[in-house]
């Protein structure tokens, strides 16, 4: 890493830290920072041969958390990774369980104990904060973060994220949307900081997608915000030629009021047809909703998706948790490094060529975010049918 290059992840990790408000003093994130100078250590990971030894891997999940649901998604995440880890063979990585309470605190002392016991991936932690502390706490010692976030204001540095991101998502939807002429593009969203976030990551990913975003309309998140924004939407898709509408929320909240709203008002169908930023298939109940018929929104690969599904069920005698397969992904990347018997670091995690997923191919980027292989599928019939299939490798550079 040159001397810019480390001045930089330092710009990003003190980001983090601030995150992390209150968890490392200054002082130790400052010395995490030192920058080295040419030919010295301290970076994150290299290329080259990694020693004897099956690569340690510090799994980070949120056991012991105050949250009622943590609990049985630390199980399906650990027990994905151990899936992964027998699939790998001994040989390859070493997968050691360290609870984080599913809190900035715990992950940053699960950190500590991993690194102190030699840890060389950190996998995990859930949530931004946790791995914002976590990514904090491992800077200095040239070990990566893969965290199971989707939250790419964590990444960066020595952080990944393993999650889909907006981004992602949106830039899938929106290359295959003008690819069928849908290339004028009205998006929608709430005016919580979730919507924000969604419609920001939509704006950024349109440049080259062939798309063009004809403008945004925000809406307060209740019926009656929703009611009367209605006419505003309407409005502004008429007068800007749109011909696509993004739609940001889930089938749980805004979603299905806003679809069944606009559909009525005669924007939907045809003439303006309906791209969603979130998954329409989850209730599977979602795709009876009049509103979304005809729309297009995002899906793992199903093929290997449906395999790791029936592994987990056959080896755990139940369903793996939506976010399972992310540990088992992380746990893969790292074990295809290691067969080849490279360091697993920023050089080895970034190759252009990615990896093999539980939902398709994916690659880590050198800005810590993540590119997954995605299937376009299209509500039809109230029915979810793949109408663009997930690729199944990369091309040009992924970092």
Known sequence: ??????????????????????LLSVSAVLAACQVA??????????????????????????????????????????????LAAADLGAEAVALTVYPTQGTAAGA??????????????????????????????????GVPVLSFSNNTSIAGGNVWV???????????????????????????????????????AIVRAAPGTGAQITGSVAYPLSQEGIVAAVPTIASQARS????????????????????QLLSETGIGGEGFRYLGLTRWDIPADALQLPGLQGGYFTLPDPGPLNQFRARYQGAFGGAPHPLAGLAYDGMAAIGAISKRGQTVGRPSLTAASGFAGTGGVFRLKGDG??????AV??????????????PTRFGGAGS
């Open 1 to 22: 890493m040159s001397i810019a290059q480390a001045a930089r992840s330092c710009v990003s990790l003190l980001a983090r830290a601030r995150k992390a408000a209150a």
């Open 37 to 82: 100078a040419p030919g010295g250590g301290g970076t994150v990971g290299g290329s080259g041969v990694r020693g004897s030894g099956p690569t340690q891997v510090a799994l980070l999940v949120p056991y012991g958390s105050s949250r009622g649901t943590d609990a049985g998604i630390a199980q399906s995440l650990e027990n994905a990774a151990r």
């Open 108 to 141: 940053q002392s699960a950190t500590q104990q991993a690194l102190a016991a030699g840890a060389q991936v950190i996998l995990g932690p859930l949530y931004a904060d946790n791995a914002a502390a976590a990514g904090v706490t491992a800077a200095g010692s």
């Open 162 to 200: 393993l999650g889909n991101t907006f981004e992602n998502t949106a830039d899938r939807l929106l290359r295959f949307a003008a690819s069928q002429g849908r290339n004028r593009v009205l998006v929608t969203h709430n005016d919580q900081q979730a919507g924000i976030v969604a419609q920001q």
């Open 240 to 259: 800007t030629n749109t011909n696509a509408i993004f739609l940001t929320g889930n089938t749980a909240g805004d979603l299905p009021v806003m679809a």
């Open 369 to 374: 975010t993540i590119q997954r292989g995605l």
């Open 377 to 390: 599928a299209q509500v039809v019939n109230r029915t979810a049918q793949v109408v663009s299939p997930a």
